[in-house]
């Protein structure tokens, strides 16, 4: 069963391949995403000495280092020219607070994709990250032809459900020893929505 939409839809407009790295979606009070880029490397080495960020997520590794970065941002760097599937949120000077996209490589044909999501310490507890899912949905769903999004949130990150019920996202289930993180398996719980648009169904 579709989740019924909270808010109006948000209509971008589709950018050629080429300009995929300015591309701008607002969230809300001047907060917006963007591209990735070389320059957040300071922005990330800065949140992921927070440890709390690596426990809550899979493949973050802790300490966060240089290379790490590196790694990370050579990836980014490595997409602009095609459709941008993962996302920095910055305030309004453009500084990196967090980021939001999608779980590994998305094929041209896929109609479902999960997609993960961090928030720097100074800015949680504010109700910031469900405008940012929902911003990032509506997004997935009218421009990379998503049908289904979903997420797998560890089952001890309340904070993380919290936000994506409040985004219209519907826990579907527990999933046992789902994630394995450094050698111990974790039980997770997966939300889906489901596109309100019948152009993608």
């Not at 300071?42 to 590794?61: G, K, Q, S, V």
């Not at 999608?102 to 800015?123: I, K, N, P, Q, T």
């Not at 109700?127 to 899912?133: E, N, T």
């Amino acid at each position: 069963m579709a989740v019924a939409h909270l808010g109006p839809v948000r209509r971008f407009r589709a950018l050629p391949v080429s300009e995929s790295k300015d591309i701008r979606l607002e969230v809300a009070d001047g907060l917006y995403l963007s591209p990735i880029v070389r320059a957040d490397k300071a922005a990330y080495l800065e949140h992921f000495a927070d440890p709390e960020i690596a426990h809550n997520l899979l493949a973050i590794p802790f300490p966060y280092t240089e290379a790490d970065a590196d790694w990370w941002l050579d990836r980014c760097e490595q997409s602009i020219g095609s459709p941008m599937t993962n996302f920095a949120l910055r305030t309004p000077s453009g500084h990196l607070i967090g980021a939001i996209g999608v779980v590994g490589a998305l094929s041209a044909d896929a109609h479902g994709a999960e997609f993960g999501y961090w928030l720097a310490r100074s800015y949680r507890g504010r109700g910031l990250m469900p405008r940012v899912i929902r911003t990032f949905s509506d997004y997935a769903f009218q421009e990379l032809r998503i049908h289904r999004l979903f997420a797998t949130p560890f089952s001890s990150n309340l904070a993380s459900h919290r936000a994506l019920e409040k985004a219209g996202f519907q826990r579907e289930g527990l999933l046992r020893h789902h994630h394995l993180k450094q050698g111990i398996y974790l039980d997770a719980i997966i939300y889906g929505r489901i596109s309100d648009s019948n152009e993608n169904a």
